[in-house]
């Protein structure tokens, strides 16, 4: 039987729904099937090999099939790789919370889970438990998932009706968050206004902010653009909260163990009173945590508010989590210090490409262990509103070109780099960088 990328896609289609699981939109490319990978490259069914800067949008934070880390996750699949709910506990539970309540400030105590969609989901459950309050304030272009009461939703318009999110496309990063079947309820018991204005936050809680249980963000707007806080809004939205008694809460689900062991809580010394954790957690493996204070978390303890779920303890994604915490913690943290090299490499390789081949307007932004890809003439973005006059039809064609020349770059114009990323690896990617730009139809005018 033939066994080419066109195979795959013609069986596909007769029992599939789409060519990828995910929230983006397919490349306009004829669908590639992965057969397998290794270090920091996948190979097709055809045998052609990609350059993975993609790494699972986040989770591979060692890339494929590394050995500390398999070695880890096969020890305990050989000894108990499934849970066992309502009789029994796991050491791999206790071993873990202690190794998080040691390095991120606000976990004074953990819960466990399978995605970040379900953590962000048992927070919103706590919070409105602990405030006795309705609703949750989101910020526009922030992801946290896929669920009814988080996906999309535009920032209403009308200054005198209430701020509640309106079903519109075209949100979070650019793709279509739009969704039919949601519950028509669904956005009217949460608020969502601007990003990294803190004089609009004020404005809001000054209206609202005794009815609001729970301010929700992204630390780092990194599901859009890579945008970093301004300087001084993450502490002046800390003191908001405290002054108009609502829950903060972190969605450190791509930041936390990318940014610092500790998350980037830790990076800008500002303490939420919650934080949901997912992809890198596990490195890989399906894993989720929610991490806070202990009076909040307590809600959980006493059973007053439930977070059920079999496989929220999952054993294999517990010992996949410890092995990913000690790993980054070797060495007082080689690993971040090799991201950091890898990543200034990449940036400077990519400027000089890129001005070499006529894109004197390439725009890089993102937080340790992601950048950004954009073509924009701007120091730096701090909102969805200042990259709108990129030029978003070459940055779709960059994507394109990568893919075709073996390098897979993640959705929303995203690279993520990996301190275990070889030489080679590194050095071939930059070449075939070099050959994207030369590609690369050049601006007009």
Avoid at 18 to 31: K, R
Avoid at 114 to 123: H, I
Avoid at 262 to 283: E, M, N, R
Wanted: hydrophobic letters at 45%; aromatic letters at 10%; a negative charge.
């Amino acid at each position: 039987m033939a066994n080419t990328n066109a195979d795959w896609a013609h069986r596909a289609a007769r029992v599939l729904t789409g060519p990828q699981s995910n929230l983006a939109p397919a490349l306009p490319i004829a669908p590639i099937f992965a057969q397998r990978a290794a270090g920091h490259r996948i190979f097709d069914v055809e045998g052609r090999d990609y350059i993975d800067l993609a790494l699972t949008m986040g989770p591979l934070i060692f890339g494929h099939g590394y050995q500390p880390w398999i070695a880890a996750v096969d020890a305990q699949l050989r000894t108990l790789p499934s849970p066992l709910p309502g009789q029994f506990y796991s050491p791999l539970e206790v071993e873990l919370g202690e190794r998080m309540s040691s390095a991120i400030p606000c976990a004074e105590l953990v819960k466990y889970g399978l995605s970040g969609s379900e953590v962000v989901q048992l927070v919103f459950r706590l919070a409105r438990a602990f405030t006795n309050r309705p609703y949750v304030l989101r910020f526009d272009g922030h992801y946290h998932g896929w669920m009814d009461s988080v996906l999309g939703g535009s920032i209403n318009p009308d200054p005198d009706a209430p701020p509640h999110p309106i079903d519109l496309p075209g949100t979070a990063g650019g793709f279509n968050t739009s969704t039919e079947g949601r519950s028509p309820v669904a956005l009217l018991d949460q608020y969502k206004i601007k990003w990294n204005d803190a004089d609009a936050l004020e404005a809001l809680l000054e209206r609202y902010g005794d009815q609001i249980a729970l301010v929700h963000m992204e630390p780092i707007m990194c599901n859009f653009g890579g945008c970093p806080p301004r300087p001084g809004y993450l502490e002046a939205v800390r003191k908001l909260c405290n002054r108009f008694g609502v829950l903060l809460c972190f969605d450190e689900v791509i930041t936390g163990f990318r940014v610092d062991l500790g998350g980037a809580q830790k990076l800008f010394g500002v303490t939420p009173d919650l934080a949901t954790y997912g992809k890198a957690i596990a490195a890989g493996l399906p894993f989720a945590a929610v991490a806070g204070r202990a009076d909040i978390m307590g809600l959980l303890s006493d059973r007053r508010v439930v977070g059920a779920g079999t496989f929220n303890c999952f054993p294999l994604g517990m010992a996949a989590a410890i092995a990913t915490f000690d790993l980054l913690a070797e060495d007082n943290g080689a690993w971040f210090v090799n991201v950091d090299r890898i990543q200034a490499r990449f940036r400077q390789g990519l400027r000089e490409m890129a001005a070499a081949h006529g894109h004197d307007d390439l725009f890089l932004q993102g937080p340790r262990g992601q950048i950004y890809v954009d073509f924009l003439r701007a120091d730096a973005a701090y909102s969805p509103a200042e990259l709108e006059g990129a030029d978003a039809a070459r940055r779709a064609t960059f994507r394109v070109i990568c893919m075709e020349e073996g390098l897979s770059i993640g959705a929303g114009s995203r690279i993520y780099i990996s301190g275990t990323m070889s030489e080679e690896d590194t050095a071939e990617a930059l070449v075939r960088f070099d050959r994207v730009f030369s590609r690369l139809p050049r601006p007009t005018g």
